[in-house]
């Protein structure tokens, strides 16, 4: 009978702290999905257009061939440089418009 008592007691404290890390980590998922949230919804508020999936994947593209741009410029390719600064701008200015 005192072994029983252990055993839920022991039972008990495990249950707490599964609890305790289960209940953190949600606070902190809900911290970080309202984060990106605000973050997305400020982005696309400031650019213009609406807070889709699709609008975020063109931002970062757009950004992506921009960086691109960067790195060709970098390397001393002037052409391709500019025609991926040229592609990278096309892409995000039809998306502002």
């Not at 599964?18 to 508020?45: H, K, T």
């Not at 609008?55 to 992506?64: E, K, L, N, R, S």
Request: hydrophobic share 60%; proline share 1%; aromatic share 14%.
């Amino acid at each position: 009978m005192y072994v029983e008592g252990f055993f839920e007691s022991l039972g008990q404290a495990f249950g707490a702290f599964i609890r305790f890390i289960v209940e953190a980590l949600s606070g902190f998922f809900g911290i970080l999905g309202n984060a990106i949230g605000g973050f997305i919804d400020g982005m696309s508020s400031a650019l213009g257009v609406t807070p889709s999936l699709l609008t975020i994947a063109v931002v970062v593209i757009g950004i992506m061939l921009l960086y691109t741009a960067l790195r060709s410029f970098l390397r001393g390719s002037i052409i391709s440089g500019i025609i991926w600064l040229l592609l990278g701008l096309w892409l995000l200015s039809a998306l502002i418009r």
